[in-house]
Nanobody, 115 residues
Framework: QVQLVESGGGLVQPGGSLRLSCKTS????????MRWYRQAPGKERELAAYISSGGTTTYLDSVKGRFTISRDNAKSTVYLHMNSLKPEDTAVYYC?????????WGQGTQVTVSS
């Protein structure tokens, strides 16, 4: 059974930092590309960060230089390190992978950036 479980969200002041985690099970994690999406209220879900099985990363332009995606294959976990957070980063953040052309999602974790 495939499971993706996010954690680490919360309320943070502008300029602050958070680290999101996504613990996976039921997949061959080391062979899986992983993604962090986010969805703000009233907006479409967007891809924030991507990491290939080999560690190649790409980022949404608005988070470049502030967010870092990383992976720990031994723990089957992908992380999103978020620095210099802005109010516009407020969203539900979802972990994602694709298995057999099917998207698999976690339940999401809320990040709220506000003073």
């Amino acid at each position: 059974q495939v499971q993706l479980v996010e954690s680490g969200g919360g309320l943070v002041q502008p300029g602050g930092s958070l680290r999101l985690s996504c613990k996976t099970s039921g997949i061959i994690f080391s062979a899986s590309a992983m993604r962090w999406y986010r969805q703000a209220p009233g907006k479409e879900r967007e891809l924030a960060a991507y990491i290939s099985s080999g560690g190649t990363t790409t980022y949404l332009d608005s988070v470049k230089g502030r967010f870092t995606i990383s992976r720990d294959n031994a723990k089957s976990t992908v992380y999103l390190h978020m620095n210099s957070l802005k109010p516009e980063d407020t969203a539900v953040y979802y972990c994602n992978t694709v298995i057999g052309q099917q998207n698999r999602w976690g339940q999401g974790t809320q990040v709220t950036v506000s003073s």
